[in-house]
């Protein structure tokens, strides 16, 4: 991976520099904020073979057994996996009919009445097995889900045969999640304590869903590892990614540029940019402070987003994920009529045409005020996608940091929880059910 922050208009101070590094050793010491909650920084290179295979062999078991998973989950629960598997895969798969792989499907991240209806109807005429994860256990919208989705495998195969149909990914101790999952013998996986849920996705959380859906956990873990030695505190500012993309993501934040565009020319990489977007909206966005994270695809975001990008508010910088290499080759041909004048792109790689219109907007971007940012990744492969997964969490941690707020809280979440609660009557919010009453 390669990051090249000079379309960024920024030149980084000695102090910057040193600030960033500083952030990076808090990460690595533990006497910054949120420290109870780091067990990601060495997450990649903890992971052994023993715990690869039984990740392995449970997706073994789920993969005989069911032709569609239905994974439970919201928030850091769900868009890792979602991100990883979408980056890994075919989007068309779903029209073969001889399928290598099951369909990962995703339940629990909506209260949607019409998405459940929906996704219960298509999968009757499939075999299911469901993959339930919650860290605490007691989140509302994975936990309706899959009272739901329990209630149809155990009707469809009877309460024994769901027991095998059904793994619980939580906590080790505490919440409703574990006392079921226990209560009903469940094969469960443990999210470790000081892990939370943005920063879990190469925890069970995302390794689990993912080896269900084909992809190779090891060599996604193995490329983790790579960033994680490339970005440890040992390593100078010149040479680490992270602290640079942090500095430089600091700099214009502190210039005036409030809003980043996560964009890239391959659609597949679409949820990376939502993941991305909760991994940084939640750990910077709190005490009125933060860089809002937004995102484009490209090239199809142009005639929709382009034009304020261009000529909006100039609040805005943007940060490519360029890709190097497609995995096919497919050119434009000839046509000797040429009623619609391309010819002279014949014998042009699609490649070559995207690799163009994204040297053409980066320049019109930054004539246009919005300094870039280019992360260059050589091709979409799990190795690649495990760099840059731990890539952003490593700068995310310093970019909290250098903003001075706990990176690993998510305090704001909460709000909404108690107003819903107290809208739905939930025991023990009798006095906030009256008083959000009598506002409506
Ligand atoms: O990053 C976080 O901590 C949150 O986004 C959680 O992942 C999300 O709220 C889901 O929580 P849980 O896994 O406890 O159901």
Not at 294 to 310: E, K, N, R
Request: glycine content about 8%.
């Amino acid at each position: 991976m390669k990051l090249n922050i000079t379309k960024s208009g920024i030149v980084l101070s000695d102090e910057l520099k040193k600030a960033a590094m500083a952030a990076n050793s808090l990460l690595h010491s533990g006497n910054g904020a949120g420290n109870d909650f780091l067990g990601w920084v060495g997450l990649p290179s903890s992971i052994d073979k023993a715990q690869i295979d039984a990740i392995n062999s449970c997706a073994s078991a789920l993969r005989a057994k069911a032709d569609v998973v239905i994974c439970i989950g919201i928030g850091g629960s769900y868009l890792g996996a979602k991100a990883v598997l979408d980056a890994m895969s075919n989007p068309f798969e779903l029209l073969r009919s001889e399928r290598k792989n099951p369909i990962v499907l995703f339940a629990g991240q909506n209260i949607s009445e019409d998405y459940m209806a929906e996704l219960l109807e298509a999968v009757q005429n499939h075999s299911i097995a469901t993959i339930v994860i919650s860290k605490s256990g007691t989140t509302t919208e994975p936990a309706i889900a899959f009272r739901i989705i329990k209630e149809e495998i155990e009707k469809r195969y009877g309460k024994e045969e769901a027991k095998s149909r059904i793994v619980a990914i939580t906590d080790k101790a505490r919440g409703a999640l574990k006392t079921l999952a226990t209560n009903e013998g469940y094969t469960t996986f443990v999210i470790p304590d000081d892990v939370g849920g943005r920063f879990s996705v190469l925890t069970p959380v995302g390794l689990l869903p993912l080896a269900v859906g084909g992809v190779d956990i090891e060599a996604l873990v193995a490329g983790a590892c790579a960033m994680e030695k490339a970005t440890a505190e040992e390593v100078p500012f010149e040479e680490n990614l992270a602290a640079q993309y942090a500095a430089v993501r600091y700099s214009l934040y502190t210039s005036g540029k409030k809003v980043e565009i996560l964009g890239s020319y391959e659609p597949k990489l679409q949820n990376i940019s939502e993941w991305w977007k909760q991994l940084y909206g939640e750990s910077e966005g709190k005490e009125g402070k933060g860089i809002f994270p937004a995102s484009v695809t490209l090239t199809a975001d142009l005639h929709s987003m382009g034009q304020y990008i261009q000529e909006g508010e100039r609040t805005l910088f943007e940060t490519i994920i360029s890709v190097e290499k497609p995995k096919y080759e497919v050119k434009v041909e000839a046509d000797d009529a040429n009623l619609d004048g391309l010819n002279f792109l014949a014998g042009k790689r699609l490649h070559e045409i995207n690799k163009m219109a994204e040297l053409g907007v980066q320049l019109a971007h930054i004539d246009g005020g919005v300094p870039n940012i280019l992360i260059e990744i050589p091709t979409i492969n799990e190795t690649a996608i495990g760099e840059l997964l731990y890539f952003f969490e490593k700068a995310c941690g310093i970019s909290g940091y250098m903003i001075d707020v706990n990176p690993f809280n998510q305090p704001g979440v909460e709000a909404y929880k108690k107003n819903m609660f107290a809208l739905l009557d939930k025991p023990g919010y009798e006095e906030e059910s009256k008083a959000i009453k009598a506002r409506l």
